[in-house]
């Protein structure tokens, strides 16, 4: 008898199931992002504090205005570039991972001509300095694509590997080339004022300009635009999605797969190596060794989270350059919680969002 | 229907797939030792039937009941344990291992962690003698034909023990000769006293060896009974809902000008190709020579894996990098002969009047009543690459895929899922795979902007000519059934509209109404002047419709024959290289 409206059950809430994945692409990762928050909340609880308390400080910090929005809009500009480099290689089928060493190559490139070029007027040595930041990453991208489309290497492995490669020039150049003589860390000389771009909080009123908030955050809004149309508004951004859906059906309806594949990645090294951009030349205004801290990593989670689309990959930056700025004041003003706990959350939410069916429904 | 419990019941199915009724209170039962055609057209819900009573989807209502027990099937693995079985209209086949490998894989014999492959092998080749299947347990399967992997999907089901085999459209990639091998086998399963159902919408393999047929059509089912006493035409009535449609009638042809040239065309196989297949270094094509005419149909029969595959893909720029390499000569021959012969005025024949001719004499073919939107003519003057020069023909070697399809060739490929389709993009942006690179649907400064507009009129033009089912633009083209996603990829081919078609298979797993429904288009493309070299395994299909119909056989071109005037055992000697070559 109790059975019935137990039994009930099951098929309305298989319905509510089936609606949730009908939402999918906006709400699944929303759903995963409050799974790990609860998921977080729990560890809170176990280590002895009190989640609303950390959670209060964690999103307050974060969103206070301005240096709390300033610093998460700072936090979020590189993880748009390399978020959009991810998902726009993803579309073409290919798993980047090497947007860290794309953007190393950048941020030397960029810093290489800030400190040869010092001289030049700022009009001309911006626009050139973020010029070659571009084109270095592109190319760092393009030798993977090459890689792949000539010789059939993975493009995993190639880039993991390039990663490295880049890295370790970028440090021998700064050490035996460029490096700022008596510094205890290993950093080059700074680049000439000129290459440097301007701060937000010289144009925006009410945003003080000690926040390294920079040009490059607007760049990076109007990279994914310019994505979004390139991917879905024009011809080339179609052949390079039916590269990544179906190398077979590509060819078939006369698309060059091969050059697909390098384009793919030269304009997805091109979009990481713009996150050098802000870090040389919008707030440190010199290359140091090790400066990323996982940029390029980080925005394979951001692509993820926003299921590879520009719209999704702004919110997801924002959203971990909040949590960025939030985990610090964690830090300092919780009592048992690390800033680490950022990172866990990263990862419960990827880790959530990595669930692509909910349980008790067979795959269709 | 007293005596013994039926093998395999539904009862009072029902199975929503959002907004469709895939299965609406369907009541179906298989007797024990009798082969069951379970018969509809595509969609009609019969393979979401059978893949409830294989545990593979669960019902939202009813019940599953084998031997006359309910049970609950939480998966395959529930629904083998009980004795079940099923193979499937895409196999699922691991290509790198060999026969015995797939089909003990997931019922490894041997203890613990030892594995006894020369157990199962020889289990398998006795199962195999049982059933006189002709399969080499030790081959690789990704070096057999189609033919052989469907053998190896038996196998599978029958080393697990299975007494109720489910076939879904077993014959759809079969030849005649196989079919009737295939047939031979399920007789001998029956007399085994396994039960055979078989799904399938052709009416004659019903009528040749079902005991029991099940027709469903919306989802329902609307006739169950012994198959003794049917007839076609009634069975027909009962699939369609109405009278069975009309043969296509064709007129005679007219063939002009040569449009596509093949002379002396040698494919080579692979390199290393040596290994269990068999073949060794013998060429996939072998001194091919034919010309296709515009305004002409020409059919090619064969066997399947006897060079037709590499045949297309030779002439659509698609063969195998990986393949031995190729020598021969493929000249396609301007457009002069095609405007000559829609439009004798214009004999000079300027490119664009080409183009809107055969876009204008494709509209008699929408079908009465149909009156869908009929799709604009798209090659506006520029659109098509001039031949080199103002020469009249172009050699096809150094061209690529996409200057082939610049050219006016276009092609139906026999592997949709492979080819044919973007299954995870949705159907406006397949309907445009292949001409999304000239207007009208890419406009602006280097033809590169999408007009979103130009491509939802295309994409919704070719889902209603072609009665494509949901007509829904945004749906990806996954969602489709496998004869809804053909008509996609057939309606996209036929409209561009092409100067040279290669249809490969193109009405695989297409229902009645749909198979006429593309042959009526094949045709009305075939008197717009259209060439169109077509490939079939459905031999009713090439007598039909091919105007003159090449045999090949091991590569090699083993006759020509007048499809009006042979027979299909004619035919079918030559298919198997019995023929007098090319004697006529």
Redesign the interface.
């Known amino acids: 008898m109790s059975g019935r409206p137990l039994a009930r059950l099951g098929p309305a809430l298989a319905g509510v199931g089936q609606a949730l994945v009908r939402l999918g692409p906006a709400l699944a990762p929303l759903l995963a992002l409050l799974a790990a928050l609860a998921a977080g909340g729990l560890l809170i609880v176990a280590v002895g504090d009190d989640p609303v308390a950390v959670y209060g400080l964690l999103f307050g910090s974060a969103l206070s205005w301005p240096d709390g929005i300033g610093y998460t809009l700072f936090y979020a500009t590189p993880l748009i570039f390399t978020g959009l480099a991810v998902a726009v290689a993803f579309r073409a089928g290919l798993f980047n991972v090497g947007a860290e060493g794309q953007l190393y190559a950048a941020a030397f490139a960029a810093a290489w001509v800030g400190i040869t070029c010092a001289g030049l007027p700022a009009w001309l040595l911006a626009p050139l300095a973020c010029a070659a930041a571009v084109a270095a990453g592109s190319a760092w991208g393009a030798l993977a694509g090459i890689f792949k489309a000539r010789f059939g290497a993975h493009e995993v492995i190639t880039t993991i590997m390039l990663n490295f490669i880049a890295v370790a020039l970028a440090g021998y150049l700064t050490r035996f080339h460029y490096r700022q003589p008596g510094d205890a860390i290993l950093e080059t000389r700074p680049i000439g004022a000129g290459a440097h771009l301007a701060r937000l909080g010289s144009l925006v009123p009410g945003l003080p300009a000690r926040i390294p908030l920079n040009l490059a955050f607007p760049a990076a809004l109007a990279a994914c635009g310019l994505v979004y149309v390139l991917l879905w508004r024009t011809r080339w951004g179609y052949e390079l999605r039916v590269t990544g859906a179906s190398p077979d059906a590509a060819a078939y309806g006369g698309i060059a797969v091969g050059r697909q594949l390098v384009i793919a990645m030269a304009i997805s090294g091109a979009l990481a190596g713009m996150a050098g951009i802000n870090e040389v030349l919008g707030y440190r205004y010199r290359y140091y060794d090790g400066f990323s801290g996982g940029y390029g990593f980080t925005g394979i989670a951001v692509a993820l989270l926003g299921r590879n689309h520009p719209a999704g990959v702004a919110l997801a930056a924002l959203l971990l350059g909040g949590l960025v700025r939030g985990g610090l004041f964690v830090g300092i003003f919780s009592e048992h919680v690390s800033r680490d706990l950022v990172l866990v959350l990263q990862g419960l939410a990827i880790l959530f969002v990595a669930v692509q069916r909910l349980p008790g429904r067979p795959a269709r | 229907m007293s005596g013994p419990a039926p093998a395999l019941e539904l009862r009072h199915v029902g199975k929503r797939?959002?907004g469709v009724l895939a299965n609406d209170d369907v009541s179906f039962a298989a007797a024990a030792g009798a082969i069951h055609a379970l018969v509809g057209e595509n969609g009609a819900g019969k393979t979401t039937a059978m893949r409830i009573a294989f545990g593979?989807?669960?019902p939202?209502r009813g019940e599953v009941a084998v031997d006359g027990a309910p049970c609950r099937l939480a998966?395959p693995q529930d629904a083998i344990r009980l004795g079940l079985g099923m193979v499937q209209q895409h196999f699922t086949l691991v290509d790198a291992m060999t026969v015995a490998e797939n089909v003990v894989l997931g019922a490894e014999p041997g203890r613990r962690w030892a594995l006894d492959l020369a157990g199962a092998s020889a289990r398998v080749a006795e199962l195999a003698r049982e059933l006189e299947l002709r399969v080499d347990p030790a081959a690789r399967v990704g070096e057999l034909p189609v033919a052989a992997r469907q053998r190896v999907e038996l196998l599978k089901a029958l080393y697990r023990e299975a007494r109720v085999l489910i076939l879904d459209e077993p014959t759809a990639v079969l030849a005649p000769p196989e079919v009737g091998a295939l047939f031979a086998v399920l007789r001998r399963m029956r007399r085994q006293g396994r039960t055979v159902v078989l799904i399938t919408h052709r009416l004659s393999e019903v009528l040749a060896i079902a005991d029991e047929v099940t027709v469903m059509r919306d989802g329902r089912v609307v006739a169950a009974r012994p198959a003794r006493g049917l007839d076609a035409a009634e069975l027909a009535r009962l699939i369609v809902g109405r009278e069975a449609p009309p043969r296509i009638a064709k007129r005679p042809a007219h063939p002009g000008a040569p449009v596509l040239a093949v002379r002396g065309l040698t494919v080579l196989a692979a390199g290393g190709a040596g290994g269990a297949g068999g073949t060794g270094g013998r060429p996939r094509l072998d001194g091919v020579s034919f010309e296709v005419r515009a305004g002409e149909i020409l059919g090619i029969a064969g066997i399947e894996g006897n060079g037709q595959s590499e045949l297309i893909d030779a002439i659509?720029g698609?063969a195998d990098p990986a393949a031995g390499g190729s020598s021969g000569t493929m000249i396609l021959a301007g457009l002069a002969g095609l405007a000559d012969l829609t439009d004798p005025e214009a004999a000079a024949g300027s490119r664009a009047a080409a183009g809107s001719m055969a876009a204008r004499s494709i509209e008699p073919a929408v079908p009465p009543g149909g009156d869908a939107g009929s799709l604009p003519p798209d090659r506006d003057a520029g659109s098509m690459a001039p031949s080199r020069g103002s020469a009249d023909t172009v050699d096809l070697a150094g061209a690529?895929?996409?200057?082939?399809?610049?050219l006016g060739i276009a092609?139906i490929?026999e592997d949709r899922h492979?080819?044919?389709?973007?299954?995870?993009?949705d159907l406006a942006?397949n309907s445009?795979?292949?001409a999304?690179?000239r207007p009208p649907?890419?406009v602006g400064p280097l033809?590169?902007?999408?007009d979103?507009a130009a491509i939802t009129r295309r994409a919704a033009a070719i889902l209603a000519r072609f009665e494509v089912r949901p007509a829904a633009l945004g749906l990806p083209a996954r969602a489709l059934s496998g004869g809804n996603q053909q008509k996609l990829v057939a309606g996209r081919e036929l409209s561009l509209p092409p100067r040279l078609l290669l249809a490969a298979q193109p009405t695989r797993g297409v229902d009645l109404r749909g198979s006429e429904l593309i042959h009526r288009h094949l045709v009305a493309l075939r008197d717009a002047g259209c060439a169109v070299l077509l490939v079939s395994s459905e031999l009713e299909e090439l007598m039909t419709l091919a105007d003159r119909l090449l045999i090949l056989h091991r590569g090699r071109v083993a006759g020509e024959l007048d499809p009006a005037r042979a027979t299909v055992e004619e035919v079918g000697l030559m298919m198997t290289g019995g023929g007098a070559g090319g004697a006529q």
């Open positions: 797939f959002g593979l989807l669960a939202d998966g659509a698609l690529g895929p996409r200057r082939r399809r610049q092609h490929p492979r080819r044919g389709l973007l299954l995870d993009l942006e445009i795979l292949g999304h690179e649907v890419a033809r590169g902007w999408l979103r």
